[in-house]
């Protein structure tokens, strides 16, 4: 290439720089110029939403606004622009400044009514928490009193008169265990259709209970190891245990197991040499009866 064409192309490229460095000044000045119209305006309408107390500085303010917007409209020297744009700047901060402060102060009443209202609401749940454990605290008290009143009532009707006299509301005369089956009930002195449903009851006897005669025990088959369910497990020489309200206890041996019908009481008056018991439940369909006699 010669010297000639170099020379061309180099002249092309500065031109081209120097055009494209001129654009870029044109271009940059013609949106500094409307982000400055847009900055104002926006200025002037945060000024409108201000509270009637600054309207003095909002009037100045908006006068200030309204020469700036129309000087950037008209073209002017560079000079008197940085002036104006500077003064917009200062004006606007001194606005910003009072407005933070008014904020920081309001902010700062809220959160001292929310700590005094957090520390009231607090000092009112402790007063609660203590109340509360207190409460409990009595409660246990009361409830610890009340065990040891019962143990105490257990104990003492244990040693003296051998088991309660009620139960439930009924009266008892005794009670009956029979380890084999895990059977340990109260004897109830009458048959009911509530007592029944907690109980052994006596339906029938020809003499006191563990001193003399025939006592017929019945209770009903839960079919779920419940009162006499096991009944049928049963066999002879397992042992059954009697206890009266006087604490006397008396051991009884399995020595007859029979099944009959529900009308069948021909066992009821049976005789005895001593004092026996008939234990009597229905079978798992309810057809029959399953009776146990001990003595």
Do not use: W
Request: hydrophobic share 25%.
């Amino acid at each position: 290439m010669s010297k000639k064409s170099r020379h061309i192309t180099i002249a092309l490229l500065v031109l081209s720089l120097i055009i494209i460095t001129i654009s870029a000044i044109v271009i940059n000045g013609f949106f500094t110029k409307e982000n400055r119209k847009r900055e104002i305006q926006e200025q002037a309408n945060i000024l409108k939403d201000m509270p009637e107390e600054k309207t003095s500085q909002i009037g100045e303010v908006k006068e200030e606004n309204t020469k700036k917007i129309a000087e950037i409209s008209v073209p002017k020297e560079n000079t008197e622009k940085v002036n104006t744009k500077k003064e917009v700047k200062n004006d606007t901060k001194n606005v910003t400044k009072k407005n933070t402060t008014n904020l920081k102060s309001n902010t700062s009443n809220e959160k001292s009514n929310q700590s005094k209202e957090i520390s009231s609401r607090s000092g009112s749940v402790k007063t609660n928490k203590n109340t509360v454990n207190t409460t409990k605290k009595t409660t246990v008290t009361k409830t610890q009193n009340t065990k040891k009143s019962t143990n105490k009532t257990s104990t003492n009707n244990d040693a003296n008169n051998g088991l309660s006299s009620k139960y439930k509301g009924h009266t008892t005369i005794g009670r009956i265990q029979i380890p084999k089956t895990g059977v340990n009930l109260y004897i109830l002195k009458n048959q009911t259709v509530e007592g029944m449903e907690i109980a052994s009851c006596l339906i029938y006897n020809t003499g006191e209970l563990n001193k003399s005669g025939n006592n017929v025990i019945v209770a009903h088959n839960y079919r779920n190891g419940k009162l006499f369910s096991n009944n049928n497990k049963l066999k002879v020489g397992d042992k059954i245990y009697i206890t009266t309200l006087d604490g006397k206890k008396v051991t009884y041996t399995i020595y007859k197991k029979f099944v009959t019908t529900p009308e069948d009481v021909s066992f009821y008056k049976r005789e005895t040499n001593g004092p026996e018991i008939t234990l009597s439940t229905c079978s798992n369909d309810e057809k029959t009866r399953i009776i146990i006699l001990a003595k």
